[in-house]
């Protein structure tokens, strides 16, 4: 029986493309559902592109618990059993963090514990690598938690910072490792959930 994840995304979307294009028939999981916050992420073309059911949850204008238990109520529906986070820029409720305890990752695209938290996402983070003079830079897989950026890391790739780099280059240099990081790093939680072996201890590689 495979595992079924869901990916949560708000924009184009290449990660959840590049998790897509990992999966294969043997494979030890599948994508499931598309949770975005905005029905015109580059995301959603992509799921319906591929076949994968969508669904769009705003937060936005409507108490946070509501929003929260609609989450809850389609990631029941789907039967999901974890979750992918993709781009997707805001904070997972409490409630659905507690449901799916250890079985929430996000990507990263620098190497925490450095350049975390929030307002660090998109080019702010490639912006501020450059301008903190960092020699390298990356992209973390972690567990989420009740925070941005804190969970205990599952898997990271290092990238060289180049002379003469503008926060665009380093962004698309840390993307190309992402799109290998993030479907390796699914395969190891998803091995570690079906040998019972899942720990969120920090397992740096
Ligand atoms: C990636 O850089 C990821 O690390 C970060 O958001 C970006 C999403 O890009 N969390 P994409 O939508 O997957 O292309």
């Known amino acids: 029986m495979k595992l079924r994840a869901a990916v949560f995304a708000s924009g184009g979307g ?29 995301a959603v073309e992509r799921a319906r592109a591929a076949g994968v059911a969508v669904a769009v949850v705003s937060p936005v204008g409507r108490p946070a618990d509501v929003a929260a238990s609609e989450l809850l109520r389609v990631l029941g529906s ?14 997972v409720p409490p409630q659905v963090v507690e449901r799916y305890r250890a079985r929430i990752l996000n990507i990263h695209p620098a190497l925490l514990p450095k350049f975390g938290g929030k307002g660090m996402y998109g080019i702010h983070v490639h912006r501020a690598v450059l301008e903190a003079g ?28 180049l002379e003469g780099d503008t926060p665009h280059a380093l962004a698309a240099r840390v993307l190309e490792v992402e799109h290998e990081l993030y479907p390796a790093a699914v395969d190891r939680l998803c091995a570690a959930i079906a040998a019972g072996t899942l720990t969120t201890t920090q397992e740096t590689r």
Do not use: M
């Not at 290449?14 to 580059?42: C, K, M, Y």
């Not at 830079?137 to 290092?158: N, P, W």
């Open 14 to 42: 290449s990660n959840f493309q590049a998790l897509l294009d990992h999966q294969t028939p043997g494979g030890s999981w599948e994508i499931v559902l598309l949770v975005t916050d905005r029905p015109d992420a580059g």
């Open 134 to 161: 960092e020699t390298e830079s990356g992209a973390t897989v972690h567990f989420v938690d009740e925070e941005y950026d804190r969970g205990a890391t599952l898997a990271q790739a290092r990238v060289p910072v």
């Open 78 to 91: 789907h039967r999901v059993e974890f979750i992918l986070l993709a781009g997707y820029l805001k904070l």
